[in-house]
């Protein structure tokens, strides 16, 4: 059964950081492209950002320059690295990883507020 664990949400001030972790219980890690969503009361989940299987990324507008996603093949762990946090980042934080064999996993999430 595949898990994936996020850690390291909580409650910061506006400009401060936060590492969240996203520990995957799942075959061929490598080759799945891995995500971070995240979903504020009343609104859809959107995408944060994304690295693929060999390392490219994207990122949503309102975060790029400052946020920076990574992954650790040997620990199965992808890592959201947010710098100079906003009110406005406030939301669950999901993890995602999209399998090669195009199925598609997510994490219970994590919750990240930032205090004005």
């Known amino acids: 059964q595949v898990q994936l664990v996020e850690s390291g949400g909580g409650l910061v001030q506006a400009g401060g950081s936060l590492r969240l972790s996203c520990a995957a219980s799942?075959?061929?890690?490598?080759?799945?492209?891995m995500g971070w969503y995240h979903q504020a009361p009343g609104k859809q989940r959107e995408l944060v950002a994304r690295?693929?299987?060999?390392?490219?990324?994207d990122y949503a507008g309102s975060v790029k320059g400052r946020f920076t996603i990574s992954r650790d093949n040997t620990k199965n762990t992808v890592y959201l690295q947010m710098n100079s946090l906003k009110p406005e980042d406030t939301a669950v934080y999901y993890c995602?990883?999209?399998?090669?064999?195009?199925?598609?996993?997510w994490g219970q999430g994590t919750q990240v507020t930032v205090s004005s």
């Open positions: 690295i693929r299987s060999n390392g490219d990324t």
């Open positions: 799942l075959r061929h890690f490598s080759f799945a492209h």
């Open positions: 995602n990883a999209y399998t090669w064999a195009s199925t598609d996993y």
